[in-house]
């Protein structure tokens, strides 16, 4: 693996965001996750149809990255559009619409993306001043991304020591994102301000994201990572070699309910039996604050993903397989919640609302 590569792929100019917009040309152009560690190959997407189908096969995956995606699908269905009609024209971003939201059920920043858009689009009367608009918003809620990202890791930082040893699952970082990341951005901010950390990564069975991304990504920071197999979490909780965890999240409900990658859950858990701290960074568009627990869809993934591995047979044929994507942590499981616009603690559902500025639920529409 060369330097320049690394340095390409976790870079944050404009070249070398996870997902990028491009004016002339129109394209948006993303780094094919599924090619990593070993080559950097990067996916030209002209339509919304070749977005769909990204984020289906998780060439872009995360659940920042995909909902700026999804917006820039839409935008790539309003650039395209043909017509005059603003009736058309909303017409077929409706469908565009309902065809990415269904790609990836889980993570609701796919679809905070895909409303913001629509929002926009509604807004205007010609068909030029939509395709307009809609473009400037997919772009500029890519650069807001990083922002965010940003503010997130100033605030969690706050909460690492020097000579903490770290632990995180899947990938909640720059290729989550559209660059710097939610959960290693907190990471990157505490080494940043001078901090000696060590980091755990767990490998993320079945599609590996710790190894192939999480790890690699903190590798080229210079961060002093290990890798770990999913199954070594108790144990190395056991002989207290993590002092702190930190994940990111597909989606946060009003109740402090996180749904994120599978196995989140039982890190929980067990970081809980041996007191040690566990947090969430998210961003506010990760949090869900008009549904309940019973309305979340958990994805199921292709069967493939559990009985090969890089391509490789290693279970028996006519096994039964059950690939679910995601878990739920209760929120009596997590220590606190890192956000841009500050850290929010127990009681979630008080400190929640408060950070949205709201004094009840009920009227709110963000979904
Ligand atoms: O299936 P993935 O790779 O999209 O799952 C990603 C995760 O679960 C991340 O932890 C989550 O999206 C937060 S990313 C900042």
Redesign the pocket.
């Known amino acids: 693996m060369s330097k320049e590569l690394l340095v390409s792929i976790v870079g944050d100019n404009n070249n070398l965001m996870t997902v990028s917009w491009n004016d002339v040309p129109v394209y948006v152009k993303m780094i094919d ?1 599924t090619k990593l560690p070993e080559s950097l190959e990067y996916l030209i997407c002209k339509n919304h149809y070749e977005i769909g189908e990204a984020i289906r096969n ?1 060439s872009i ?6 909902g700026v995606a999804g917006a820039m699908g839409l935008a790539l269905c309003a650039n395209n559009h043909a017509s005059d009609s603003k009736n058309q024209l909303l017409s077929d971003l409706n469908s565009a619409y309902n065809t990415l939201v269904e790609t ?1 059920p ?2 609701v ?1 796919l679809k905070w993306g895909l409303d913001k858009i629509m929002e926009v689009s509604n807004r205007y009367e010609t068909v030029s001043e939509i395709k307009e608009n809609v473009i400037k918003m997919a772009k500029k809620m890519s650069y807001d991304d990083i922002e965010t990202n940003k503010n997130m890791g100033k605030f969690g930082s706050k909460l690492i020591d020097t000579g903490d040893v770290i632990m995180t ?5 720059a290729l ?2 559209v660059a710097y ?4 951005g907190v990471i990157r901010s505490a080494k940043e301000s001078g901090k000696k950390i060590s980091v755990f990564a767990t490998e ?1 069975r079945p ?1 590996m ?1 710790g190894s192939r ?1 999480t790890a690699f990504e903190l590798v080229h920071d210079e961060i002093d990572v290990s890798l770990i197999p999913d199954t070594a979490v108790g144990y190395l909780m056991n002989n207290k070699m993590v002092d702190k965890v930190i ?4 989606r946060i409900l009003k109740t402090g309910h996180v749904f ?3 196995g ?1 859950y039982q890190i929980a858990l067990l970081a809980n039996s041996h007191n040690i701290p566990f947090y969430v ?2 961003p506010l568009s ?1 949090f869900d604050l008009k549904n309940n627990l019973d309305a979340i869809v958990i ?1 199921e ?1 292709s069967v493939d993903e559990v009985v090969q591995i890089a391509g490789k047979r290693i279970a028996p044929k006519g096994v039964r397989i059950f690939n679910p ?2 878990d739920l942590t209760p929120p009596d499981l997590i220590t606190s919640i890192i956000t841009e616009k500050g850290i929010i603690s127990p009681p979630y559902e008080k400190s929640i609302s408060d950070v949205f500025g709201m004094d009840d639920f009920s009227n709110f529409n963000n979904q």
Do not use: M, S, W
């Open positions: 996750q998780l995956r995360g659940a920042p990255a995909i990836r889980t993570a920043n699952h899947c990938n909640a970082g989550a994102t990341g939610t959960a290693l993320t599609v994201q991304l994940v990111g999240a597909d994120n990658k599978i989140t960074a998210a990760t994805e993934r994507a995601f």
